[in-house]
């Protein structure tokens, strides 16, 4: 199954619900109800959410699939990336005007691989999972760091708790692609 990418006004509306809703969230801790303008925004597909506050990573969370319209769901991994990453402190309303959004809006499910030469390093997403160990990268993570194939894998394996040669062993990986938008200012 696969998602038509999203029109220029359906990438406005997601961009503009995420911000709103980080917004709402820092400054009344409610997380608003979005009834979507743009059909597409209530079709049901995975997305991640990334803050960038000048130029470095703020906070990224999402869900590679939902049961959930997908304006719901970015308004929830936008409060969830602003202020749940456990790697980062919560966005306070004084870094408003510093911060970037971008969304990853998933084009299709996660689908298992069984090869590592079945994905692409910029095009795919790549999901690794060992035992009850997983971690993921966006496809554009790869390209922004200059990593290869292996060098991608064994960071990956790193990011979910495992031997960076894990990747060598038995796991599942999966892909996925994504259509990133970025709020332009």
Not at 17 to 23: N, V, W
Not at 32 to 47: M, N
Not at 117 to 123: L, M, S, W
């Amino acid at each position: 199954m696969e998602f038509k990418p999203l029109n220029k006004s359906a990438q406005e509306e997601l961009l503009s619900i995420a911000r709103f809703s980080i917004t709402s969230y820092v400054l009344d801790g409610k997380i608003p109800l979005f009834e979507a303008k743009e059909p597409a925004l209530s079709e049901r597909r995975g997305v991640f959410v990334t803050i960038i506050s000048r130029g470095n990573l703020r906070g990224c969370i999402g869900q590679h699939e939902s049961d959930i319209p997908l304006c719901q769901l970015t308004a929830q991994m936008a409060v969830a990336a602003a202020c749940d990453d456990p790697r980062f402190p919560p966005v306070m309303k004084e870094e408003f005007g510093e911060i970037k959004i971008k969304i990853s809006v998933y084009l299709m499910p996660p689908t298992k691989i069984k090869n590592i030469n079945e994905f692409e390093i910029g095009r795919d997403g790549v999901i690794i999972k060992k035992d009850d160990y997983s971690a993921t990268y966006l496809p554009e993570v790869a390209l922004e760091q200059g990593w290869g194939r292996q060098e991608m894998l064994s960071n990956l394996c790193l990011k979910a708790g495992l031997a960076p040669d894990a990747w060598q062993e038995e796991i599942e990986l999966f892909i996925y692609r994504t259509q990133m938008l970025e709020e332009q200012f």
